[in-house]
């Protein structure tokens, strides 16, 4: 994130005065802004766990996705963040684990004496975590990945900061689906004009039309077992279709 980005997030978020402690709508209408602004998928990310660092008891924040069956660790504020995480995948059990893959938000209010997760509850032993949140993101549906806050103390996350993180998760989920639709357009464009191109080099070079050509790059790809736009880059690259000595 770029140094005038996380100058925004520089006021902390907080409850107003107002009887009903309802939230700082200017706090999250800037971080609108910014998700908005931001240049990919890993700017988002960033974006999100910085602006969750100004939520109160929050010492450390991180972000989880999850997309068709596959799991990673998108953005983090603390390299322990990143390790707590693996180390849930790797045992397969944890709150963010939990959060992650039935998409309900998990509270820990003690991590030293959690009993729902006994070899999450005995690793975190070496970590300086007292407590921890995890809220679900969705977005049309889907659960999309998970928001993690993290702090020092036990007992640290009140009512107002759970409401705090659905509120965060919810503006990630958006941004994070927009972000993921734009980048698959954008893959698909750049694949459709691959192929264009080493549908070209066919073309010119065995007296083809572009059926004929297409059809060349989709026989390459099912017979090695290779993405279509792999084919086609690779001829780009090379000036050889896969197997050709030529």
């Known amino acids: 994130m770029r140094m ?9 978020l907080s409850a107003s005065s107002d009887d009903d402690q309802t939230f700082d709508a200017d706090a999250f209408a800037r971080l609108a802004v910014e998700l908005h602004d931001a240049d990919g ?16 008891a929050c010492s450390y924040a991180g972000v989880a996705l999850t997309l068709r069956g596959t799991r990673e660790i998108a953005a983090v504020t ?10 849930q995948f790797d045992l397969g059990e944890g709150p963010m684990l939990t959060a992650l893959t039935e998409g309900v938000a998990v509270h820990v209010p003690d991590a030293a004496n959690e009993t729902r997760w006994p070899t999450w ?9 007292g407590s921890v949140l995890h809220a679900p993101m969705w977005a049309n549906a889907q659960l999309i990945g998970v928001l993690s806050l993290y702090n020092t103390e036990p007992n640290a996350f009140s009512a107002d900061d759970e ?7 919810r503006h990630a989920s958006v941004a994070v689906a927009s972000t993921r639709d734009d980048e698959t357009m954008t893959a698909a464009v750049d694949a459709r004009k691959l192929v264009g191109q080493a549908m070209g080099i066919l073309m010119e070079r065995f007296d083809l039309d572009d059926v004929g050509a ?18 086609a880059q690779e001829l780009i690259d090379t000036r050889k279709l896969r197997g050709d000595a030529r």
């Open 214 to 231: 297409f059809e060349i790059l989709k026989r390459y790809s099912q017979e090695f077992n290779v993405k279509l736009r792999d084919v």
């Open 4 to 12: 005038d980005q996380m100058a925004r997030f520089s006021e902390p």
């Open 121 to 129: 509850t005995a690793e975190m032993a070496q970590y300086p975590i």
């Open 163 to 169: 409401a705090i993180a659905h509120i965060l998760a």
């Open 78 to 87: 603390d390299p322990l963040v990143a390790e707590i995480y693996q180390f």
């Open 41 to 56: 998928m890993e700017e988002t990310v960033e974006a999100v766990v910085q602006f969750a660092l100004q939520a109160e």
